[in-house]
């Protein structure tokens, strides 16, 4: 297994249209997580699915946002009508479910989004 | 609510001297710390965490950080700096769920040959 991997690595697109990425996690971790970061600033969390429920969404991830992880796999998300303030990089992590105190969590390249 | 600062947003350094880069947190209970690495248009690796136990944790690419409840920080440093460490790096704090990390703003490392 060569990690979490993300697709597409780069995506441009005109406003208004709507976009799709795809993450694949590790393939026995059990936890996937979405993230947004824009230029200059840290990672800021979007949300997170343990198999295929969803758990956790950020205030940040508006009514535009959705994401799925059927089947517990791989998971997607969709941003529609895309702004051009959802410009960033999107990042997918993914971790085992063990105890607490032991998720660390492994990231993707990410996929950047340019919305012009 | 959870918050990472970390104070220097760029930090240079010449290849050999030493680093420290500065982490602050605010959590209400026991961090879960985390330091993660960010080459240019690349993902996160993480350097080395921080549950519990020793406070002083050993990291890949000899990165150490030290845990001081006290201050309320988690720095990250490295005795000699290799030029290769030129990256952004980032401090995180994890939730008690272990669902959610929170990040800094990062820090630019650039290394002087």
């Known amino acids: 297994d060569t990690g979490v991997s993300q697709d597409p690595r780069h995506k441009i697109t005109k406003r208004g249209q709507n976009v799709t990425f795809r993450c694949d996690p590790i393939?026995?971790?059990?936890?996937l997580y979405w993230y947004r970061q824009t230029l200059g600033q840290g990672p800021e969390f979007l949300t997170y699915?343990?198999?295929?429920?969803?758990?956790?969404k950020s205030r940040l991830l508006s009514d535009r946002f959705s994401a799925e992880r059927p089947k517990g796999s791989f998971s997607t998300l969709e941003i529609q009508r895309t702004e051009q303030g959802d410009s960033a990089m999107y990042l997918c992590?993914?971790?085992?479910?063990?105890?607490?105190?032991?998720?660390?969590?492994?990231f993707g390249q990410g996929t950047r989004l340019t919305v012009v | 609510a959870q918050s990472v600062t970390q104070p220097d947003i760029h930090i240079t350094v010449s290849e050999g001297a030493s680093l420290e880069l500065r982490c602050n947190y605010s959590y209400g209970a026991t961090p879960y710390l985390f330091w993660y690495v960010q080459s240019p248009g690349q993902g996160l690796q993480l350097l080395l965490k921080?549950?519990?136990?020793?406070?002083l944790v050993q990291g890949i690419k000899g990165f150490e950080a030290e845990f001081k409840r006290s201050q309320s920080s988690f720095n990250l440093r490295k005795p000699s700096v290799h030029w290769s460490d030129a990256a952004e790096y980032f401090c995180a704090v994890g939730n008690n769920a272990g669902n959610m990390l929170t990040f800094g703003g990062g820090t630019r490392l650039m290394v002087k040959p």
């Open positions: 921080y549950f519990s136990g020793d406070t």
């Open positions: 699915f343990q198999n295929e429920a969803q758990l956790e």
């Open positions: 992590a993914s971790s085992p479910h063990r105890d607490r105190a032991n998720t660390e969590a492994f």
């Open positions: 393939s026995e971790h059990n936890r």
